[in-house]
């Protein structure tokens, strides 16, 4: 079994940072990438940003040059530095894992329970 848990959100003002958090715990042999993924109100989910085993990088063009994904591979954390923070940041974010598990070495996707990011204006 598998948990994604996610840590960090709150409210802020526009212009102010949030670090989000998201650690995998279970029967994990590895992890491929962890993703952030964002939900809106009245939106679809969309991809914030992601990042691989080996360190690549991707970001949605929306955050580019403020937010900063990163992980830490002996935690099996995942982190999203968001500075320079607007209303439209405004979101339910959620981590997702793409993973091998040990014994079987399946391949399983995890996603985290959520967190509430709020940017005031």
């Known amino acids: 079994q598998v948990q994604l848990v996610e840590s960090g959100g709150g409210l802020v003002q526009a212009g102010g940072s949030l670090r989000l958090s998201c650690a995998a715990s279970?029967?994990?042999?590895?992890?491929?990438?962890m993703r952030w993924y964002r939900q809106a109100p009245g939106k679809q989910r969309e991809l914030v940003a992601g990042i691989t085993s080996s360190g690549s990088l991707n970001y949605a063009d929306s955050v580019k040059g403020r937010f900063t994904i990163s992980r830490d591979n002996a935690k099996n954390t995942v982190y999203l530095q968001m500075n320079s923070l607007k209303p439209e940041d405004t979101a339910v974010y959620y981590c997702?894992?793409?993973?091998?598990?040990?014994?079987?070495?399946?391949?399983?996707?995890?996603w985290g329970q959520g967190t509430l990011v709020t940017v005031s204006s």
């Open positions: 997702k894992a793409n993973m091998i598990m040990r014994v079987t070495m399946n391949t399983l996707d995890a």
């Open positions: 279970g029967s994990i042999f590895s992890i491929n990438y």
